[in-house]
């Protein structure tokens, strides 16, 4: 420690000293419920100064706090913080925590832990959560001493945003927080054992500039590491230069335009017909921040199995992971393209091929069936998807409602799609929703959700009515678990099991009145059911600038097509009933 | 025959259960395991042996090198390394068969380092092969116990050249 610092510097306690290093790190918003092993980091939180701009968001449940921290960093690209206490508090964080790790969100979680020398002596509200945590966090830590603080928190936010992000834990015991030193403020990180920034090396680019050369008929799929590597724009700079056209995964949407002519949509066990048939077809397959998932690819031998594969990824452990790739590049993505985009790539006609899947487009886009009475999802999501221009947020839950909201969405901008797509995890939409507002308060935040998903965190009505944080939100209100409902339909003679989740006894009736639920929130909310009632309800919501709740009652019978069912290929693709 | 994998990690708390957790998570399995200090005291050495093929080596190895505390995985290939593994083993004996017991362990080069009247305990090195193969000759005195470190591993030739397949040096 250098003398000056000594001298400047006063003794802190623990708990001060995270916030400070929070504050440090450009923190703006906290996601915290407190409880007796945390406490003492929520009094720090009163003590920050009024000049430093830093919010504290309390969520009624655990769950809701990570989940909207999740939002806050999908949407902004920044790191999200929850702060959670110890046992149930800490166990409540790990769904959230499982989710960013799956699809690489910065997320930095803090939890508070029973002191040092109760640990291991089962003590009121302990759970080991770094041991618990481990598999499904980047990184994780229990902190010993009071003076480890500041380099620790300041290497967990360098670890969950570098490289692949992730969710990083840091386990603060009380007698931490309680504790004082003089902090000594790391001025950067050093850890000799973590490399997260890999360039491409010449040779690889070059390699990739011959295929590209060699290619009659070459497809981009483009996934969240497109997003993550903020290489939105590079991807559009080199779709221009090249015309090679573009599909999608779930979390790839937004980062190419979907009403660019050379945009095919989202590829997978829901995508389009003809980004389905684009990959099907493809000599190349400039495979981009992916990882081949088996919601992609069904069948992996049948994948892409015409084509070369090049596959660029930050991580090196996506490459080869699941499918072999011909040119396997470990790389940030956004200097890929960068290179690329400099490089000469030949004068390629793919008007043809581009042609070729425009038929295909036309001959089998997207579509559903319209009786002219019942509100279909699909109608819905279009109506918004016209009336915001794309320029919107929307979050959703997990089932048919969010694979609609892929498919009828035009995605224009990259972060716009906030999903749980990795974990699957019902109950994300209306959480998220409210942390992508207070990343994005510009915005607006439209969460599309399911009755079944939102009833997963209908708690946080509470935060978005206190916090005043006007987020909307649209439920595809089909009584049914409808994702599970549509493959008992298909694969298990229609057979209920255990997937109605309205009323039994009444099953004329909507239930539960999510209206009435939200009322008692103090968030009006309205229910329609009669498609005439749509576009009026819709200018309606969009208009508020305060929480809200649309109710649309749907029928259940609506299946999500194209479906390639699990483990199958595009050959064996259902397109309509 | 088994994969081995030498890993250089920070030796701190956690540390052999992240390592140790991977394998369980990813679905391999830890044949033997050895972990002690290493050259550098802030440094710890695990080797262990693991039962895959190429591609599973391959995915194993990248996925350790994403462990935060892991500084350097070294997969070893027969070819350019030396293997070694340690064992203790109690063998029964009586009067009439020590002097034959003794010679046979001569053969394999066991020491001898405890003896009682009815006990003799051997301490021998080598590759694994050659352990299992004293084993396999002295089993019919009757095998009381063994203990094996499980294999220990450097790379021939300098120091810090051993290069791993796959990249196993973390990228610069």
Redesign the interface.
């Known amino acids: 420690m250098s003398p000056n610092a000594m001298m400047t510097e006063k003794a802190l306690k623990g708990s001060d000293i995270t916030v400070e290093a929070l504050v440090r790190e450009g923190v703006e918003v906290i996601f915290g419920y407190p409880g007796g092993a945390s406490m003492e980091i929520h009094q720090a939180l009163t003590r920050v100064g009024s000049d430093r701009k830093m919010r504290v968001i309390l969520p009624r449940h655990e769950q809701g706090g990570i989940f909207a921290a999740e939002g806050y960093a999908k949407a902004s690209g920044k790191v999200g913080v929850a702060l959670a206490t110890s046992g149930p508090g800490a166990t409540n964080l790990i769904t959230g925590l499982a989710d960013a790790k799956m699809d690489s969100v910065p997320i930095v979680a803090i939890t508070g832990q029973v002191p040092a020398w109760l640990i291991g002596k089962d003590a009121f509200q302990e759970t080991d959560v770094?041991?618990i945590s481990?598999?499904i966090t980047?990184?994780n830590y229990?902190v010993?001493n009071v003076e480890d603080l500041p380099r620790i928190i300041k290497e967990a936010f360098h670890?969950a945003s570098s490289g692949r992000p992730g969710p990083v834990l840091v386990d603060i015991p009380k007698n931490v927080q309680q504790s004082e030193c003089v902090p000594e403020w790391p001025s950067e990180v050093q850890?000799?054992?973590?490399?997260p920034y890999?360039e491409a090396r010449k040779r690889e680019l070059e390699h990739i500039a011959e295929a590209i050369r060699g290619a009659q008929k070459p497809i981009i799929y483009a996934g969240n590491g497109t997003i993550c590597g903020n290489a939105s724009q590079e991807l559009g700079e080199f779709v221009e230069k090249t015309g090679i056209p573009v599909v999608m995964t779930v979390l790839g949407l937004g980062v190419f335009p979907s009403n660019h002519p050379l945009c095919f949509d989202m590829l997978g066990m829901h995508g389009a017909f003809y980004a389905n048939y684009a990959v099907n077809h493809a000599d190349l397959l400039l495979a981009f921040g992916v990882r081949f998932d088996d919601r992609v690819t069904g069948k992996v031998e049948e994948f892409a199995k015409h084509g070369k594969i090049v596959h660029v990824d930050i991580?090196?452990?996506e490459?080869?992971?699941i499918k072999e790739a011909h040119i396997p590049v470990?790389s940030d993505i956004r200097h890929v393209l960068q290179e690329l985009n400099k490089m000469d790539l030949g004068k390629q006609d793919y008007s043809g091929w581009v042609q070729e899947l425009d038929g295909v487009k036309q001959q089998k886009p997207y579509r559903y069936e319209d009786n002219g009475e019942d509100i279909l999802p699909q109608y819905v999501l279009e109506q918004l998807s016209e009336k915001t221009q794309g320029k919107a947020i929307i979050t959703t839950g997990v089932g048919q409602h969010q694979m609609w909201a892929a498919q009828f969405f035009k995605f224009l901008y990259p972060r716009t799609l906030l999903t749980s797509a990795g974990l699957g995890a019902m109950g994300f939409g209306y959480p998220a929703a409210l942390g992508a507002k207070l990343g994005c308060p510009d915005w607006q935040v439209i969460d599309i959700d399911g009755d079944g998903s939102f009833l997963m965190n209908l708690q946080e009505l509470a935060t978005a009515h206190i916090e005043e944080i006007a987020v909307k939100a649209v439920i595809m209100n089909n009584q049914h678990l409808g994702m599970v409902m549509q493959w008992e339909d298909r694969f298990y003679d229609s057979n209920r099991a255990h997937t109605y989740i309205g009323d039994p006894r009444d099953p004329e009736s909507i239930y539960p009145s999510f209206v009435a639920i939200a009322e008692g929130f103090g968030v009006k909310g309205r229910r329609i059911s009669r498609k005439d009632e749509v576009s009026e309800a819709l200018d309606e919501m969009l208009a508020l600038d305060e929480p809200y709740l649309l109710d649309v009652v749907v029928p259940f019978t609506e299946h999500v097509l194209p479906m390639i069912p699990t483990g199958q290929t595009f050959g064996d693709i259902i397109y309509e009933d | 025959m088994g994969q081995v994998i030498s890993l250089l990690v920070e030796n701190r708390t956690g540390v052999l259960s992240r390592v140790v957790g991977l394998f369980s998570q990813r679905g391999y399995n830890i044949e033997s395991l050895n972990v002690a200090p290493a050259l550098d005291s802030d440094a710890s050495r695990i080797t262990l042996t693991t039962r895959t093929d190429l591609k599973g080596t391959e995915q194993v190895v990248k996925q350790l090198n994403k462990l935060v505390d892991v500084i350097k995985v070294t997969p070893f290939d027969s070819g350019t390394q030396l293997i070694r593994e340690m064992a203790l083993v109690r063998v029964q004996v009586s009067e009439e068969n020590r002097a034959e017991l003794l010679a046979l362990s001569e053969v394999f080069r066991a020491r001898v380092i405890d003896i009682s009247p009815r006990n003799c305990i051997f301490e021998l090195t080598g590759q694994s092969g050659k352990i299992d193969a004293f084993l396999e000759n002295v089993r019919a005195y009757g095998i009381r116990e063994i203990h094996r470190t499980g294999e220990l591993t450097l790379g021939r030739g300098k120091a810090g050249k051993q290069k791993g397949a796959f990249g196993g040096q973390k990228p610069k």
Do not use: E
Not at chain 1, 191 to 195: A, N, T
């Open positions: 770094v041991g481990r598999p980047k990184h229990l010993q670890l850890m000799r054992s973590y490399r890999i991580d090196a452990s490459i080869n992971k470990t």
